[in-house]
């Protein structure tokens, strides 16, 4: 009996455990499935893999398993390699104890000259003077935000790499991930595309095949023939003046008497009718002047989320435009609560404590996909027990915008 029970119990924990393999399977292809890449399904519960191409980037997702015996530890890799390679050598990690510890020893750390990247980030190259002029501001807030995301990420000039402890088995988790390291290769991209611009090089070959020249013959040229030289003909033959034709003048309707040829030269004046005038180029009117933009006057969340993440088009426009027209200007708009956490810490407001609000601000069709705008509003600690309860209620928000994100299509506001 005690056997019989003992099988029971064996049998159901496998039952158990194939049904969540499946289960996380299925979220696995729909993952696939929603960002169009295939799915190739593990044996005996394995996750499988999940790769493909997407806009020009491959992908591949997996799982893995590091360690041994009771120390096993599952992991989730987001492996992408850029459309195309940067031509700078570089290797980034985010920067823990023992990297502390090796820098004390010497080990190869290029600073940048920033205390925000270079306290967080171990930077290695074989080009430091390149690597400084490659990792623009811009490209150093995208790299900061996707070190302060992920515990373990790798970025180098030809993919970015995160390794995320346990198993991703939500798809919305999957997706979201993916799409955005692919804004991250893409920003990456564009910068490698501005610091080196391809130009048309024409490639000579400097070992053409060795093939015969064939000399094609040509036909033998015809000496020309002079006329004989006349003693008794006259050297320059005088040429017969054509007859005089009577002029007409169109003013006057009567024919005009040539004027009587008395051996002095006549100067021609040309008739004033026969004169084309000269265009008239009507004056450039001077350009307005770009009146500078008034930033204490408040801008709507939902028409500023808008304009940056579906008009321009392109990060390092949003950004540009972001700057001129929109940082440190009031907000005001509401949008969903989805999430409300204490922060001690946080790359985007710095030197601050307090209460970080991530809302959900609006959504619009987008080019590939829809775009959804999300924010993250920065309250004082007080306010903790008072919004943590608003999590999917509509919050108000009436602040300052501070900076965004065009990876994420985020935006970050300090309230009040």
């Known amino acids: 009996m005690g056997f019989i029970f003992f099988l029971m119990i064996i049998g159901f924990a496998v039952f158990m455990w194939t049904k969540n393999s499946k289960t996380n399977q299925t979220q696995w292809q729909q993952a696939a499935d929603q960002l169009n890449l295939a799915y190739y399904a593990g044996g005996f519960g394995s996750m499988g893999t999940i790769s493909g191409s997407l806009y020009g980037h491959r992908v591949a997702i997996s799982t893995f398993t590091k360690g041994s015996g009771n120390t096993n530890q599952v992991f989730t890799k987001y492996h992408i390699e850029y459309c195309d390679r940067i031509r700078v050598d570089m290797n980034m990690t985010r920067q823990g104890a023992l990297h502390s510890l090796g820098k004390v020893f010497g080990m190869q750390d290029i600073e940048i000259g920033d205390p925000g990247f270079d306290d967080r980030i171990i930077l290695r190259g074989s080009d430091p003077a390149a690597i400084r002029r490659f990792i623009t501001p811009d490209i150093r807030d995208a790299i900061k935000l996707l070190v302060a995301s992920h515990e373990d990420v790798t970025i180098t000039n030809d993919h970015v790499c ?117 265009p008239v180029v009507p004056a450039k009117e001077p350009e307005p002047k770009e009146e500078p933009v008034d930033r204490s006057v408040p801008v709507d969340l939902q028409a500023t989320a808008r304009e940056l993440f579906g008009d321009s088009g392109h990060s390092l426009l949003s950004s540009k435009l972001f700057d001129e027209k929109f940082k440190d200007r009031p907000v005001e708009g509401s949008g969903v609560v989805r999430r409300v956490a204490k922060f001690s810490y946080d790359p985007v407001f710095v030197n601050a404590k307090g209460v970080k609000v991530a809302l959900t601000v609006c959504e619009f069709p987008g080019t590939y996909s829809k775009i959804k705008v999300t924010a993250e509003v920065m309250y004082p600690p007080g306010e903790y027990d008072a919004l943590k309860p608003m999590v999917g209620a509509t919050l108000p928000i009436n602040g300052t915008l501070i900076a965004q994100d065009a990876m994420m299509n985020a935006l970050y506001i300090k309230q009040g």
């Open 162 to 278: 995160v390794m995320k402890k346990g198993k991703d088995t939500d798809s919305a988790v999957i997706v979201s991930t993916t799409k955005r390291l692919l804004k991250f290769c893409d920003k990456m991209n564009a910068a490698s595309r501005v610091a080196h611009p391809r130009e048309n090089e024409v490639i000579l070959d400097k070992h053409p095949s060795a093939e015969p020249i064939i000399e094609v013959p040509q036909p033998p040229e015809i000496p020309a023939v002079e006329p004989p030289y006349d003693p008794y003909s006259t050297p320059n033959p005088v040429v017969p003046e054509p007859p005089m034709i009577p002029v007409v003048d169109d003013a006057i309707g009567e024919t005009a008497e040539p004027a009587p040829d008395d051996g002095e030269i006549a100067v021609a004046v040309e008739s004033p009718l026969l004169v084309e005038p000269e």
